[in-house]
């Protein structure tokens, strides 16, 4: 057989072992464990709280030391295996320990839930000062990268895993002077695909997460800076499923398939839970 045909054959067969291995290891498995960052509370404690009830080891993060201390006492009164760490997600000398903790568990590494986010509204380009706009993108956008880059060599020697960015439906279709918050959740899909392309071959599967509106203290709060209820800011809650406010424990759902076995041939793209708000105009 020529060179040439040779070496087509042997890519053909490394990259179909490589795909057999992402269907074989790029989940979390029970008894592994997860990192959750933003964990003290709305999505972040509903995803602990649930990944904890499906088994797994739960190593949850936030700036809030008393959410987190709520999140543990979810998940103990449940059974659930956890531990908590009161870190800030756009340090990489915290990201590192959060790391450095997850690596010294006697559970392998097998997954990270990008969730830590701040929601900023009422800020277009021209009203939003550069330090403003710095503090926006790093917690929501380059908090993504620093915790990634200290969660991959744990993942990639763990044998695979998943890696969850929670980006927003603002990455698509947005509200005025949403500028900094829409931009770092376009941010986050962009490069959630591109990690997906250079981490399949380590067998972690990189995945974003589009939620709508959920019910949670960042949705309240904006409300209130607002002086507007829910319903006036365009969430009605009818008869009609569609735009209705998601609970966080439904999202939570969402995040757990996500890094389940179910999910293997899943990387590199966006699982939209918005309960239909993009499907209108
Ligand atoms: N609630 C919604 O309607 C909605 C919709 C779409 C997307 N999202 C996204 O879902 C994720 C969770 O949102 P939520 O509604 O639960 O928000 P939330 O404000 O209720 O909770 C966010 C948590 O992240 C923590 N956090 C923020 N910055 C941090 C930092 N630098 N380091 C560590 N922890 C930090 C906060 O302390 C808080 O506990 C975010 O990425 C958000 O952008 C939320």
Redesign the pocket.
């Known amino acids: 057989m020529p060179v040439a045909q040779l070496v087509g054959v042997a890519a053909q067969f490394l990259s179909r072992k490589r795909g057999l291995s992402m269907r074989r290891t790029a989940f979390c498995p029970v008894g592994s464990s997860v990192i959750v960052?933003?964990?003290?509370?709305?999505?972040?404690?509903a995803a602990a709280v649930r990944l904890a009830a499906d088994g797994l080891h739960v190593v949850a993060?936030?700036?809030?030391a008393a959410?987190l201390h709520d999140t543990r006492d979810r998940i103990v009164a449940n059974s659930g295996s956890c531990e908590v760490l009161t870190?800030?997600?756009?340090s990489p000398q915290?990201c590192q320990q959060v790391a450095e903790r997850a690596a010294s568990g006697a559970q392998p590494l097998r997954g990270l839930v990008n969730?830590?986010?701040?929601?900023a509204f009422a800020m277009d380009v021209e009203s939003t000062t550069l330090a403003e706009w710095n503090r926006i993108i790093?917690?929501?956008l380059t908090?993504v990268f620093l915790m990634s880059k200290v969660s991959i060599p744990l993942i990639r020697a763990a044998g695979g895993g998943v890696i969850v960015n929670?980006?927003?439906?603002?990455a698509y279709a947005t509200s005025p002077a949403v500028a900094p918050?829409a931009a770092a959740?376009g941010g986050v899909l962009a490069l959630t695909r591109t990690m997906a392309l250079d981490l399949a071959v380590d067998s972690i599967r990189v995945m974003a997460l589009?939620?709508?509106?959920?019910?949670?203290?960042?949705?309240q709060?904006h409300a209130e800076r607002e002086g507007k209820s829910l319903a006036e800011l365009g969430f009605p809650s009818g008869p009609n499923a569609i735009a209705r406010?998601a609970d966080?424990e439904e999202?939570a759902g969402t995040i757990a398939f996500l890094l389940s076995r179910d999910a293997t041939f899943m990387t590199g793209s966006a699982l939209v839970a918005d309960g239909g708000m993009l499907a209108k105009f």
């Open positions: 960052t933003g964990a003290g509370r709305g999505i972040g404690a993060c936030d700036l809030d959410g870190a800030d997600v756009t915290d969730n830590a986010a701040v929601g790093a917690a929501d908090s929670v980006s927003s439906v603002h918050y959740k589009v939620p709508g509106a959920v019910d949670t203290p960042m949705l709060s406010i966080p999202i």
